[in-house]
């Protein structure tokens, strides 16, 4: 009990000292759903037509169980995601870098409202329940992990620089390995977000498509 009391208090001082980093992160990424939707509002007739065609093969194909193999899926989640962890990873070492880290946490926000909103705007009701099934269960841990570690690169990335403008001798080196292991952490909820991916997010898209597309 001791530890894990140790734990929470550890977890909740860590929350408290970045509160307003985390806010901004937070707002960042939905600031980026919201301008993902506004983007499919905006789009032109022929544009959305084009789109929806495309998912019209997508979902016939699905019907027919001609999904990539849980092998490849697996494969090629955890490189997309390992390779953006990386590079936020990167990026927090760098002291420039974290504007492109917003960037990119925009971005993500962007890809997850433009999905959810095309499948909406095309499909209603079971372009709904095709996003809650495909696109919702993975993001629901996605978004706060890729919250978490851009502000725990700017965490870092700050501490570096006042390293650099000498207003405090900090452990850097401490902070390097924390902050590297911490890395290392969320890569293997990574792993575990591709697992769901390619096993089972496969399985729920085509009873989804069979009982209402």
Same mark, same amino acid.
């Given at each position: ?20 980093? %985390? &806010?901004?992160?937070? !707002?960042?990424?939905? *600031? ?5 939707? /506004?983007? +499919?509002?905006? #789009? $032109? ?56 880290? %917003? &960037?990119?946490?925009? !971005?993500?926000?962007? *890809? ?5 909103? /095309?499948? +909406?705007?095309? #499909? $209603? ?57 911490? &890395? ?30």
């Amino acid at each position: 009990m001791p530890k894990l009391s140790l734990k929470r208090n550890i977890v909740i001082h860590h929350l408290e000292s970045n509160r307003a980093t %985390y &806010i901004f992160t937070t !707002v960042l990424l939905i *600031m980026g759903v919201i301008f993902g939707a /506004i983007i +499919v509002n905006s #789009m $032109g007739f022929s544009q959305k037509n084009d789109l929806y065609a495309y998912l019209t093969l997508f979902f016939n194909e699905a019907s027919k169980g001609e999904f990539a193999s849980s092998k490849e899926i697996f494969i090629q989640s955890f490189a997309y995601y390992s390779k953006m962890l990386g590079f936020i990873w990167f990026l927090g070492l760098s002291v420039i870098g974290v504007p492109i880290i %917003y &960037i990119l946490l925009f !971005v993500k926000g962007v *890809m997850v409202g433009f999905t959810v909103g /095309i499948l +909406v705007d095309q #499909m $209603g009701v079971n372009g709904f329940l095709f996003a809650f099934t495909s696109v919702l269960p993975q993001n629901i841990i996605l978004i706060p992990v890729f919250i978490t570690a851009a502000t725990m690169a700017t965490v870092f990335t700050l501490r570096l620089w006042r390293q650099i403008m000498k207003k405090g001798r900090e452990p850097v080196m401490t902070y390097f390995v924390h902050y590297s292991f911490f &890395i290392l952490c969320i890569g293997i909820i990574l792993l575990l977000v591709a697992s769901f991916e390619a096993f089972i997010s496969p399985h729920l898209m085509s009873l989804i498509i069979e009982t209402t597309i």
